[in-house]
């Protein structure tokens, strides 16, 4: 990356950092946990929302699979660990979203947010060291994991004492896909694997859509609603991003053999 793209990725880092520490503290909203589809089928409430992230499982399985076992997945040099917690994340959103959907509240919902920002901060510590650099990939790994968790339980520490600030985390939320599309433009010469980034985004814009529409599509649909179909989506781009990896280790080996 050249000097000026990355005093462009510091400048707007700061001011997405500025901008949001200058809200006020920021409570979960209690409307959060009312979604559409609450049916209750062969005993289990919110059915659709709770087997939905079964995909999740799978796919954080077959990634590390890939990594641990088959070696398929060619990895960014020191930055093994970083695609173990990343598809481990994946795995455990399964569970942890899985749990929080069968009794939606705050307690529960640390449970959903934790896993998402292991899973997500690492993600961001493997396209850092893959389009920038991978002098300090360690460091960053340990701070972005460090900062992301931190979030999370300042957040539920806080809404327990009654003032619940959301700031951090939607900073941990934000800025990642603010910077994201930016390094794949930037650096786009840089990685075999930058479709799977954009199809990744692409997908999960998709799913932000079905969640905030989640009334509306069940409404209009019935069958299944915006935040089930959410979490599909969100499967959908990670399965892509897996599917890359995959194919950059083939052609890696083509290659090489």
Known sequence: MTKSGRLFVAVISIAAIAVVWSLPPIAQDVGYHLFADTRNIFSIPNFWNVLSNIPFLFIGLAGLYGVLVSKEIPLV?????????????????????????????????????????????????????????????????????????????????????????????????????????????????????????????????????CEYFDHEIFDALVVVSGHSLKHIAAAVGVLFLLLAYRKAGYLLSQQTG
């Open 77 to 209: 040099e020191h930055q093994k660990l970083a695609y173990i917690l990343f598809f481990s994340g994946v795995l455990w959103v399964a569970i942890g979203s899985g749990y929080y959907h069968l009794w939606p509240d705050n307690s529960s919902l640390l449970w959903d947010r934790l896993p998402m920002t292991v899973a997500f901060m690492s993600l961001f510590s493997i396209i850092i060291s893959e389009l920038v650099s991978t002098r300090y990939s360690k460091p960053i790994l340990g701070s972005l994991l460090f900062f992301g968790l931190f979030s999370v339980i300042y957040w539920h520490v806080t809404e327990l004492s009654g003032a619940g600030d959301l700031r951090l985390y939607i900073l941990v939320q934000f800025l990642p896909m603010v910077l994201i599309p930016l390094l794949l433009i930037l650096c786009r010469g840089r990685s075999t694997n930058i479709a799977g980034y954009w199809l990744l985004l692409l997908w999960y814009a998709i799913a932000k859509v």
